[in-house]
């Protein structure tokens, strides 16, 4: 192990001779192990001390094994237990399983079946640990307007948000979609002297331009067919509040100059009508086009741009804050285990392998999406890989343009080693070329796939090798083996 602290595990057994013989080999690998004959010895080690994961016999003299188990599930529910038996029946390892026992190994057990039960046993401890903490980090800030995550870009966000939320500063909300731009204007709104005021929400590409104006500023009686009486717009009703106007890159070129007028004079006229009413909002847009590239187009006003780009937030990618998947995944599935009146399932250190490896082209919402089918789709108390199978869909299309990290000069060949087309691209060429040998098509499959790990990690070694699920020494060995240098991924 190659952590500063050793992992605690305690073995419970009432065969002296066997918890000797379990100790020196969890030892030898890197374990910390304190033996106990007695459950009820056990048991006393959790309240002295920080324990990893437990290996309990089934059959104790003083008490059963699954007794143990729901006791440590009492008082400390994210260690993690194995249970150990020379009786394994179906029947008993069903109960455990249920009772929420990490694993069952019937003895005589392999050491390779041990090592890697108890590996990711305390892989799983750790993982429910860092959660708890990071919620605890995060602060006391209501779920629903919480931007979740510890990392440092989502951090800034946050940073940004909580430094111009009291002013009356117009804000743009730039990124994909699906990074959250609405949960930060919420946030701002929350956050503002406005909070006790409406929060008013529209998608200018929603509606048609006629309709969108009539939404937006309201209309009198007979201004158009079907006008039967007269209507209050969202400008109206979010009076003293705050207005957000999500894409309003696809506001038509009509309703851009009738915001700019709103913006300039903090006024509004009603369709079909000449009286001109004051109004009160704070004004936020959101949008995942890029503004500049449309005015530069002629599709976007430059002036309107301007008067809303006062305080522009980028909102980032999921794949740039991969290390608040953890806590989002813990989040996104208690919800929608409430929500389905399901019990919640952890998620197994494979499946997070496979979470934090997937490029997330829907952002956040799409993670919320993986995590409600998971709930309806897991096969038992544990999340694993084959559970996510039907519901990671590959990106079809290029990701937007908001990443605000660089390409690496040498991030050659440019095809995701995630898109098994990709890499088949880039290990064989145009169709219709002369195959290579199998070794050159493995080895530019290979060297495909340590330049996306790379880009993902922004050069990151440790991250990287996390994430292709090799050590430090193996991924620096296949680095040397291609010539790639991680410098050249550092952002």
């Known amino acids: 192990?190659?952590?500063?602290?050793?992992?605690?595990?305690?073995?419970?057994?009432?065969?002296?001779?066997?918890?000797?013989?379990?100790?020196?080999?969890?030892?030898?690998?890197?374990?910390?192990?304190?033996?106990?004959?007695?459950?009820?010895?056990?048991?006393?080690?959790?309240?002295?001390?920080?324990?990893?994961?437990?290996?309990?016999?089934?059959?104790?003299?003083?008490?059963?094994?699954?007794?143990?188990?729901?006791?440590?599930?009492?008082?400390?529910?994210?260690?993690?237990?194995?249970?150990?038996?020379?009786?394994?029946?179906?029947?008993?390892?069903?109960?455990?399983?249920?009772?929420?026992?990490?694993?069952?190994?019937?003895?005589?057990?392999?050491?390779?079946?041990?090592?890697?039960?108890?590996?990711?046993?305390?892989?799983?401890?750790n993982l429910r640990r860092e959660v708890a903490g990071l919620r605890r980090i995060i602060g006391a800030q209501s779920d629903e307007l919480r931007l979740l995550g510890t990392s440092d870009r989502i951090a800034a966000v946050r940073e940004i948000i909580s430094r111009v939320a009291p002013t009356d500063a117009n804000v743009l909300l730039l990124g994909e979609s699906g990074t959250g731009k609405e949960l930060a204007a919420r946030s701002l709104h929350g956050l503002s002297q406005r909070r006790g005021k409406p929060f008013v929400a529209i998608n200018c590409s929603a509606l048609p331009a006629e309709l969108l104006e009539s939404e937006l500023f309201g209309h009198v009686r007979g201004a158009f067919t079907g006008a039967a009486r007269d209507k209050e717009g969202l400008f109206a009703s979010a009076n003293g509040g705050t207005l957000l106007l999500d894409e309003i890159g696809d506001a038509p070129p009509a309703v851009q100059v009738k915001l700019l007028r709103v913006l300039q004079e903090r006024r509004i006229t009603r369709v079909g009508s000449l009286i001109e009413e004051d109004v009160d909002v704070r004004l936020v847009a959101a949008t995942n086009r890029d503004l500049r590239a449309e005015v530069r187009d002629g599709r976007f006003r430059e002036d309107l741009f301007y008067r809303l780009h006062v305080v522009p937030i980028i909102m980032p990618p999921l794949r740039e804050r991969v290390e608040d998947i953890p806590l989002l995944c813990e989040v996104f599935l208690a919800r929608a285990a409430a929500r389905h009146g399901l019990s919640e399932p952890q998620i197994s250190p494979e499946a997070l392998r496979v979470l934090l490896a997937h490029p997330w082209p829907g952002n956040v919402r799409e993670l919320a999406n993986v995590m409600e089918g998971a709930v309806l789709l897991c096969r038992g108390q544990r999340l694993q890989p084959q559970d996510l199978s039907a519901l990671l869909v590959p990106p079809a299309r290029k990701l937007d343009n908001w990443s605000s990290a660089a390409e690496p000069e040498d991030a050659e060949p440019p095809a995701t080693a995630d898109a098994a087309g990709g890499a088949m691209s880039v290990a064989f060429g145009d169709a219709g070329a002369e195959l290579p040998s199998l070794k050159a098509a493995r080895d530019a499959f290979e060297r495909a796939y340590l330049v996306e790990v790379l880009r993902r990690a922004s050069g990151n070694v440790s991250a990287a090798a996390k994430l292709s699920g090799r050590n430090r020494t193996d991924f620096y060995d296949l680095l040397r083996k291609h010539g790639l240098s991680s410098a050249s991924f550092k952002e």
Request: aromatic letters at 4%; charged letters at 25%.
């Open 1 to 125: 192990m190659s952590s500063a602290r050793k992992p605690h595990v305690v073995i419970v057994d009432d065969e002296p001779h066997l918890c000797e013989l379990l100790a020196l080999r969890l030892e030898h690998h890197g374990y910390r192990v304190t033996t106990e004959l007695t459950g009820s010895g056990g048991i006393a080690v959790l309240s002295r001390e920080r324990v990893d994961a437990m290996i309990v016999d089934l059959r104790l003299d003083d008490c059963d094994g699954l007794d143990v188990l729901t006791e440590v599930q009492k008082r400390s529910p994210d260690v993690p237990v194995v249970i150990l038996t020379a009786h394994g029946t179906i029947e008993t390892a069903v109960e455990a399983m249920r009772r929420g026992a990490y694993g069952f190994l019937t003895k005589p057990f392999h050491d390779l079946d041990l090592l890697q039960k108890l590996a990711h046993a305390v892989e799983s401890s």
